[in-house]
């Protein structure tokens, strides 16, 4: 159950696709050239692939465990968290000025997909600290910022994000933790926390927790909301730890998947409080959290093409190995191994599918994060923003949905084989269903996209985004033979239906928002393959022309476009349908609620 | 986590859909009325929903162990087993001569499923007794009968199936298992059989194993494999208990999810050979074995019905019962529970929708199969043999891979409380993933569909089905509505679509077999979706009709077909594309194996 990261087509994504010597031109990423890229993902690979992988079945059999108020990592962890830290991979996209390399998100993005296939369980320590240090960077004060960056970004010390509540889960309206001014510029914590990834741990010195509170007299529901960091241990100024905090792990999950990263309940302040400093301006910790949710919810879209690379790559081995049956074609007298069979080679070629899309619309976002925040003028900042905002809730919904369906592929593969744990494919298959749930549900991905990114700004960044797809329906023109036919027609195919669902959704909003909201859903996944098989129509375009370079490649690229076309874009059109049949009373509701 | 069965439903498809008062004019069921019906499942009702319902969270956490060649099952489980057989649940289908209640399996079908969503792990135990009776009473001489059935049909003993061994999975030529002559009639049989359903237990007195082997001198291939009962304990003349035979457990497997059906690997013949009998002719084996794998593939079908059904329950109690978020119509202004939510009730619908659908297509083949037994004439027999036939591998293949995904969304309805075990909705995306793989992959199937049930009678049992599609096709014309418009539009184009496919398979099978099989799995969920339409269809001209006996039961089922015509029907369109499309060189098989 090794892992070898797919440099070559994360390169090629990042050259060809997201086009890095663009971003390359940016102020302040001047050195992050193909080269760099290259010569990053090289060591990257190297690390996961030798250090992390090999633990991943381990931490699946061999989870995390709890006992009086101590969470105990499995056997390796804590010696590779600090492999981790010593080698800089914390720091990749972090500023240079607190200790980290300053790459673009196009280079970090690959980093943490190599990361998470190798071992999601561990990568999510990393993702949410990613998250802690986004906060502190935007809202933080000097003073916060001096004292935990350096620790965060060195990898010395790790982050969480406190957000759920038992009564408060998707609806953060509900959050009840209080948070009282001490006269002296800190807070006192009180309240429970659930659902805490690495709330808990052996790996690090220090925890850096950031809780949404509510402070005295503040506004009800989510304007009320503040952020505050608590450490698990108080830091002293000269930056030593000091007392444990009032901040305690009274429990960690028994849970299907990513076994090895504790879920904790953490109790605030059970034993006088729990010290807490204010990030930014009280009752403004909502929309903090959302940059750092922003950021998490990228990096959740990450994960899936992970897990389903992981899945894919394990079913590949499975598939060549596995010797049953002679071929339906009469080609071999003897049985061959399975990956000469038909509907093996189709559920392959449907994982490698999905997971190519979905890495390359990644990437490409990425790419656009990048310019959105590096762009020297303001103009572009604004419009790559939009762009990128909008692709945020497609690429974590899409992705994450995905990732399902392949791991469930991968066990189908291993056959009755798949079902025993100990061959791996059944940890994945349990290790990506998290992955539609947390930082926001697919349903509540879907919402966001909806209301914050297709309503409020009138449909401008999806009519944008369908402009974009229309340029390579008209360079797909320029082209003959079946892999551009299938796609132009396709994808113009898909192309429309998704334009179709944006105006029903602009249209009906107000009118029917019930009708709208119960294909939200549908609706992400229809943009997340459509705009997947966008990305697979420009490097369907850039293999054809660069064939000669690397036949093998570049021929599996083309094939993998023209099997993206035919065999998921029509997809799309079931969802419009799905979507656009949702109206009035006897639409998706009319089934009342006595009646299930 | 309790378990309702959904009788109403049940009695709804049994009589409207599948015709009971039909079923109970043939010669030998003229007590298999709807009133008996009625009776035999509210009994099966009580009994599931009592007994076997709260242990199977129980069978989850604390599963089958194995020690020194010993398996025990989960606590409760014997004493259950025990209440079974004495309720004469074993022999609700089986010939009264033997013991049993010789009910049409139009009424056991219901009985299996209850069983099932009650207790998938403890269900598996009888349908496996079910299938060896199956093949006993086929092929099995007058003394293996009388010395074998009466106890496993008093559930009393049970009875497995041993086909696997390491090297022969799917590919049953090739197995290695050695069966040799005693002269005196009986064998003894050598070898490994691995993944065995409840080969060692202590549930019951006795186990008859029903294993393939060659005999010597044997024809290579699947011509060369007998069918042997091996007895775990030998069987005196007075049916008393005699030696210990040498068949023995020894390890179970760590599963997935039906953890408390134990899974195990049988050694034939260590201490000198395992005594066993021939059963039927020898090298038939195969023949009788398809003959229980029928049976059981039928039965398997019916499994991922119960399975998706237990894990709309849970979802739909827990969404009635967790409050979260405001209504997005602002119709309150208070957090309401989630069944309020749009994307919450289109995932409820779509559980319901596929699970009724699923039901009623599986009864209706049910009764299909009691025609085609006991119709007074052969032709009658023989016709609905065909078409039965027809749809065991849709059953079978698109009710298992339906029941991945309901449970699938039954953990996404639960949000971050679906991933935490205590919960029991994981418990169900687990166990539902065997389904697809045992009794034949989702593949084999397909295989079956395409080769045995399509080609060789040249589309004639398809054509069959599609006029009846078409029936009803225009029997929808006959009323109005949006229900009806929706339906006959959606169910009208996943018609042709299927009738697309069927020609398609038809015309290429023998140019190209690789077009043909790599669609094969797309090709079962394609019938499976417009069949379940069909049926959906069928209900919902009955419950217009009869809306006023019952406005809530028929109104929600006119309301959850017009949900199947516009959410799950389109689906038909993608699937075709996805089939049609894979011709050539540059169809599906164009990555070649060294590209993946």
Redo the contacts between chains.
């Keep these: 159950m090794s892992y070898t990261a797919p440099l070559k087509d994360m390169l090629f994504v990042i050259d060809e696709l997201a086009d890095i010597e663009k971003v390359a031109t940016l102020p302040g990423f001047e050195d992050a050239t193909l080269e760099t890229a290259q010569a990053v993902l090289d060591e990257a690979a190297k690390f996961n692939g030798e250090v992390l992988a090999p633990l991943n079945f381990e931490g699946d059999k061999n989870p995390s465990t709890f006992s009086d108020g101590v969470v105990t990592t499995t056997p390796g962890f804590k010696d590779a968290f600090r492999q981790f830290g010593e080698g800089g991979w914390q720091g990749v996209m972090h500023p240079a000025e607190f200790g980290g390399q300053a790459l673009p998100k196009l280079i970090a993005a690959p980093c943490i997909e190599m990361m998470n296939a190798a071992n999601i369980s561990f990568a999510l320590c990393p993702l949410l600290t990613d998250g802690a240090i986004e906060a502190l960077l935007t809202a933080g004060s000097d003073e916060l910022k001096q004292r935990y960056l350096p620790k965060l970004i060195a990898g010395e010390w790790t982050g969480t994000m406190n957000l759920?509540e038992p009564?408060a889960?998707?609806?953060l309206?509900?959050v009840r933790t209080r948070a009282e001014p001490q006269g002296d510029g800190s807070f006192k914590v009180f309240g429970t926390k659930i659902?805490i990834t690495y709330g808990e741990h052996d790996m690090a010195e220090n925890i850096a927790h950031l809780v949404l509170a509510r402070t005295p007299n503040a506004p009800e529901g989510v304007k009320g909301i503040s952020l505050l960091l608590v450490p698990k241990f108080m830091v002293n100024d000269d930056g030593s730890l000091g007392e444990r905090n009032d901040v305690h792990c009274v429990s960690i999950?028994?849970?299907?998947?990513i076994k090895a990263s504790p879920t904790a309940v953490l109790q605030y302040g059970d034993h006088g409080g729990a010290i807490g400093y204010m990030i930014g301006e009280e009752n403004r910790g909502l929309e903090y959290m959302f940059i750092m949710m922003n950021a998490a919810r990228f990096g959740v879209g990450v994960q899936g093409i992970a897990v389903a690379d992981r899945a894919y790559q394990l079913a590949?081995a499975y598939?060549?190995d596995r010797?049953?049956?002679r071929p339906?074609?009469?080609s071999a007298k003897q049985?061959v191994?399975i990956?000469?069979?038909?509907?093996?080679?189709?559920m392959?070629?449907t994982m490698?599918a999905l997971t190519e899309g979905a890495r390359a619309l990644a990437y490409v976002a990425a790419a656009y994060s990048d310019i959105a925040h590096h762009a020297a003028d303001a103009d572009t900042r604004a419009q790559y923003a939009a762009i990128y905002e909008f692709l945020v809730p497609v690429v974590k919904g899409w992705s994450t949905e995905m990732s399902?369906d392949v791991a469930?592929l991968g066990?189908?593969v291993h056959?009755?084989m798949?079902?025993?744990?100990?061959t791996g494919a059944?940890q994945h298959?349990?290790d990506a269903?998290?992955l539609?749930?947390?930082e926001g549900?697919?349903?509540i991905q879907?919402?966001d996209l909806i209301g914050r990114k297709t309503v409020k700004d009138g449909g401008a960044a999806a009519r944008a985004v369908l402009a974009q797809v229309d340029a390579t329906l008209a360079a797909l023109k320029e082209h003959e033979g079946?892999?551009f036919d299938?796609m132009h027609r396709?994808l113009s195919a898909g192309r429309d239906a998704l334009a179709n669902v944006v105006e029903f959704v602009l249209a009906n909003m107000k009118s029917d928002?019930?009708?709208v909201?119960?294909?939200?859903?549908a609706y992400v996944k229809l943009a997340g393959i459509v705009l997947s098989g966008w990305q697979m129509a420009r490097a369907l375009i850039v293999s054809t022309q660069k064939r000669a370079d690397d036949p093998?490649f570049h021929?599996?690229k083309i094939?993998?476009a023209?099997?993206f076309a035919?065999?998921i874009l029509?997809?799309a059109?079931?969802l419009e349908?799905?979507i656009v049949?949702?109206k009035?009373d006897?639409g998706?509701?009319?089934?009342a609620?006595?009646?299930?």
Excluded: C, M, W
Aim: without cysteine.
């Design positions: 759920t009564q889960g998707s609806d309206a509900l659902f999950e028994h849970k299907l998947g590949v598939a060549k010797v049953q049956s339906v074609d009469g049985s191994t990956i000469h069979h038909p509907d093996v080679r189709r392959l070629a490698r399902i469930s066990v189908q056959g009755g798949g079902f025993i744990e100990e059944a298959y349990r269903r998290i539609t749930i947390y549900t697919t349903a879907a919402n079946a892999a299938a396709r928002p019930n009708a909201f119960a294909g939200s859903v093998s021929g599996a094939a993998t023209h099997f035919d065999h029509p997809q059109l079931a349908a799905s049949s949702a009035g006897e998706v509701l009319a089934l609620v006595d009646q299930f």
